[in-house]
């Protein structure tokens, strides 16, 4: 079993730039590809960014693509995603996750272990 914190949310500015952590314990974590979601006040939980167990394959939602980056420390069980060019439409709750089949897909039920959320607030 993997289990998987996340942290690094906070308020922040339109424009602003800001790294969320996952960090993954556990005598497999290293095994699974890892996602992240995010879950808007009224909105169902969405795909965001998925990174492969190497750190070489990755995949974004079009919402972010070109202002997020996801990365890996494999040497830290850790998996951040760095936000960019932040929107008040990118405030939610960030989650992480584990990827259960391996097929690095969007669908929010491949993924599973999931973290307690992190809180981020772009303002405009």
């Known amino acids: 079993q993997v289990q998987l914190v996340e942290s690094g949310g906070e308020l922040v500015q339109a424009g602003d730039s800001l790294r969320l952590s996952c960090a993954a314990s556990g005598r497999t974590a290293s095994n699974y590809n890892i996602g992240w979601f995010r879950q808007a006040p009224g909105q169902e939980r969405e795909f965001v960014a998925a990174?492969?167990?190497?750190?070489?394959?990755?995949y974004y939602a079009d919402s972010v693509k070109g202002r997020f980056t996801i990365s890996r420390d494999s040497a830290k069980n850790t998996v951040y995603l760095q936000m960019n060019s932040l929107k008040p439409e990118d405030t939610a709750v960030y989650y992480c996750?584990?990827?259960?089949?391996?097929?690095?897909?969007?669908?929010?039920?491949?993924?599973?272990?999931w973290g307690q959320g992190t809180q981020v607030t772009v303002s405009s």
């Open positions: 990174i492969s167990v190497s750190g070489r394959s990755s």
């Open positions: 996750a584990a990827d259960l089949y391996g097929n690095m897909r969007t669908i929010l039920y491949d993924y599973g272990n």
